[in-house]
């Protein structure tokens, strides 16, 4: 068999599982075995599937991984009885998924609620993470859009049905329609299969209670920005940040902040929404190629 043929399977992406805690996590795998690693972690409402773009830009160099967070995609959905819904359990969950699938030592990408999931990770194994890439991933309470953000901290100030109510519409269809959409100049290069799969895994029986648990939870994450902010300040991880600068859902100043506590961060506000992949996948794809190569430590193996 041919050099050029062992390439082209290394770089082709594999749709695999392993079970943490008794539960499937499916996850999305491309690149060499031996290549240094990035832990892409995803945000709300989607999946690894919001990778399907990014993953062959940067398999030829890199060890890519993309799980499903336990609740989401085509991992394991247990009932909210039956599984504490938290950014603390979704983290520990995904320190394990990394054990499993043998990843020492990775980059980090995040976006979303993957933010809180990969800086809880960082804060638990620092040694495991050598760089940082945040995609509209919030760390700094200046980066909460107000608007949007408003019945989400009314829901956690006091969960009940009424503060419910405008928080399921976030997860329906027209809610997520709009955070793909708005702010995108040119809605016509969006894959509108992105939103309406998303949606369709969001409709499934039981998602109501898991992404209420979770929602309800995001206070515990806002409570930890400082100690995020410390660990910059204290590890001076490498960090790049590609942000979608239309995005009202976790707004520039949150990008912007980083710099606060990482002076050597590399921030670029792209002129996209929040999923700023589904127009901007091969521009963030080259941010990540050059920030990555310039580390000292860029050969570094998994």
Request: no cysteine; net charge negative.
């Given at each position: 068999?041919?050099?050029?043929?062992?390439?082209?399977?290394?770089?082709?992406?594999?749709y695999r599982s392993t079970t943490v805690r008794g539960h499937?996590?499916?996850?999305?795998?491309?690149?060499?075995?031996?290549?240094?690693?990035?832990?892409?972690?995803?945000?709300?409402?989607?999946?690894?599937?919001?990778?399907?773009?990014?993953?062959?830009?940067?398999?030829?160099?890199?060890?890519?991984?993309?799980?499903?967070?336990?609740?989401?995609?085509?991992?394991?959905?247990?009932?909210?009885?039956?599984?504490?819904?938290?950014?603390?359990?979704?983290?520990?969950?995904?320190?394990?998924?990394?054990?499993?699938?043998?990843?020492?030592?990775?980059?980090?990408?995040?976006?979303?609620?993957?933010?809180?999931?990969?800086?809880?990770?960082?804060?638990?194994?620092?040694?495991?993470?050598?760089?940082?890439?945040?995609?509209?991933?919030?760390?700094?309470?200046?980066?909460?859009?107000?608007?949007?953000?408003?019945?989400?901290?009314?829901?956690?100030?006091?969960?009940?049905?009424?503060?419910?109510?405008?928080?399921?519409?976030?997860?329906?269809?027209?809610?997520?329609?709009?955070?793909?959409?708005?702010?995108?100049?040119?809605?016509?290069?969006?894959?509108?299969?992105?939103?309406?799969?998303?949606?369709?895994?969001?409709?499934?029986?039981?998602?109501?209670?898991?992404?209420?648990?979770?929602?309800?939870?995001?206070?515990?994450?806002?409570?930890?920005?400082?100690?995020?902010?410390?660990?910059?300040?204290?590890?001076?991880?490498?960090?790049?940040?590609?942000?979608?600068?239309?995005?009202?859902?976790?707004?520039?100043?949150?990008?912007?902040?980083?710099?606060?506590?990482?002076?050597?961060?590399?921030?670029?506000?792209?002129?996209?929404?929040?999923?700023?992949?589904?127009?901007?996948?091969?521009?963030?794809?080259?941010?990540?190629?050059?920030?990555?190569?310039?580390?000292?430590?860029?050969?570094?193996?998994?």
């Amino acid at each position: 068999m041919s050099s050029a043929h062992h390439q082209d399977r290394a770089h082709r992406t594999h749709y695999r599982s392993t079970t943490v805690r008794g539960h499937e996590i499916a996850y999305r795998e491309a690149g060499p075995a031996d290549a240094p690693a990035l832990l892409l972690l995803h945000g709300f409402p989607t999946s690894s599937h919001m990778f399907r773009d990014l993953i062959p830009l940067l398999s030829h160099r890199y060890r890519v991984i993309a799980p499903d967070h336990i609740g989401f995609g085509r991992s394991a959905a247990p009932d909210a009885d039956e599984f504490p819904y938290t950014f603390a359990e979704l983290a520990d969950a995904t320190a394990e998924f990394t054990e499993r699938v043998a990843l020492d030592r990775f980059a980090l990408y995040v976006q979303d609620y993957g933010a809180p999931i990969g800086l809880r990770l960082a804060l638990a194994h620092p040694e495991r993470v050598t760089a940082v890439i945040t995609q509209n991933g919030n760390a700094y309470e200046e980066g909460l859009g107000a608007e949007a953000w408003a019945p989400v901290l009314a829901y956690i100030a006091d969960p009940s049905e009424k503060t419910a109510a405008p928080v399921r519409k976030i997860r329906s269809l027209a809610g997520i329609t709009w955070q793909y959409t708005h702010g995108v100049p040119d809605p016509s290069l969006l894959d509108p299969d992105a939103w309406h799969h998303d949606a369709a895994l969001m409709a499934r029986e039981g998602q109501d209670a898991i992404q209420l648990a979770l929602i309800g939870d995001y206070g515990s994450n806002i409570a930890l920005y400082p100690a995020f902010q410390e660990y910059f300040r204290t590890s001076q991880v490498p960090l790049l940040a590609a942000w979608g600068a239309h995005d009202e859902i976790f707004v520039p100043h949150g990008a912007l902040a980083f710099l606060r506590d990482l002076p050597e961060a590399e921030v670029h506000l792209l002129p996209t929404g929040h999923f700023a992949l589904e127009t901007h996948a091969a521009r963030i794809a080259g941010l990540i190629d050059g920030f990555l190569a310039r580390l000292p430590d860029a050969r570094v193996r998994s």
